[in-house]
Structure formats: C-alpha cells, structure tokens
C-alpha cells in the first residue's frame, strides 16, 4: 500500500471531499483507511445507574469511520501538494515511495 500511518491525505470523493487529515490506521487487507476527522458517525452511549449511587451520563460521541483507499490522495510532505506515489529501489536494494510531481523522497523526511 502506498499510504502508510502519520500520512497526511486530502479526501478526493465521498462527503467529507476537500478536507485533509491524518491517516490513524490503515487496513490493507480491506483496502481502507482511518483518517482523523474525516468521515464521523455518532455513537450514542446510554446512562446508567451504579447499585452504590453514582451515575453516568448519557452522551453522543463522535469517532471516525474507515473510508476507501481510492478516496484520499497523499498529500506530499515536501512540496506540499496532493500528489501520486511511486517506488523505487536504490543501489542497496532499499525500495523507498517517491512523489510524482516533485519527484523527492518522501520517506525520508519521517
């Protein structure tokens, strides 16, 4: 996969196109990634009473929700512009994934 954890990514489709986040979590063997603050769902937590009297409250949180890999582009670190990625294998037989558009390292920043 060419999108790895800490990627910053632009969404290209979907509702949150536009917006551009983090990548959290990457699932290959499903094809998706968890991106911060990109896809949110609410999840309702119901109140609940302790035999002892404490309460909790109910509450509604919002996580995010994995989306398609083919819906984010990488966004590249040192051109600062969405991009496609590329590999390439050095002499020592190390591959490393490499912009597009400014045709850098973008591994080797991290």
């Known amino acids: 996969m060419k999108i790895k954890k800490d990627d910053q990514v632009l969404v ?11 990548v959290l979590q990457v699932s290959p063997v499903k094809k998706k990634v ?22 909790k409250v109910g509450q509604r949180i919002e996580l995010p929700t994995f989306i398609d890999i083919s819906n984010v582009q990488i966004i ?15 002499k020592d037989q190390k591959k490393f994934r490499f912009c597009k ?10």
């Open 101 to 110: 558009k400014c045709k850098q390292n973008i591994d080797e920043k991290k």
């Open 76 to 90: 590249c670190p040192l051109c600062k512009k969405p991009a496609r990625i590329g590999y390439q294998i050095t």
């Open 34 to 55: 968890l991106v911060e603050g990109i896809s949110l769902i609410k999840k309702h937590i119901k109140a609940e009473q302790n035999k002892k009297g404490g309460a």
């Open 12 to 22: 290209i489709a979907g509702k949150d196109k536009g917006k551009q986040g983090k």
